[in-house]
């Protein structure tokens, strides 16, 4: 069931349809990820192109400009695996949460981001976290549809 989860959500995520991937970069993805398995290529809006594979039982989906240049990976990787600075970063601002999906975002130049899906009583949230614990963005569901909050207060008033 969750590995429909997660397809859904990476599906949902780039809404793409297959694509002819450029020489150029095919050749980049291979050279970052060797060890791929299961590759499938979409086109993404704004001309680049979004791989879905598999590396050691890991689900993985990297994005490519059209030049080749690699300019993100989201991993799936099970709650267990979250880091426990961020695991506390979670549970001090809502007490209650339940961390159902968490999404580790690589990007070059950059620290890692961490989106957490978590809900608390009736509420679900997805939390952008950088590496170090830092709340970077808050989306909450509201009828179906996710809203940005601001992330600036660091007072516990969400944990209602």
Known sequence: MRTIIILAFVLMQ???????VPPTVEKNFKSKYPTATDVEWYDEEGG????YFMVNDQSKTAKFEANGSWSETKT???ETQLPNLLKKAVTTKYAHAEISTVTMIEMPNAPNQFEINASVNETSYLLT???KGQ???TLVEVNDD???VDTSDDSDD???
């Open 135 to 137: 709340l970077l963005k």
């Open 129 to 131: 976290y950088d590496e």
């Open 146 to 148: 996710l809203e940005d």
């Open 158 to 160: 969400e944990d209602e």
């Open 76 to 78: 799936f990787i099970d």
């Open 14 to 20: 780039f809404g793409a349809m297959a694509a002819d």
């Open 48 to 51: 680049s192109y979004a791989a």
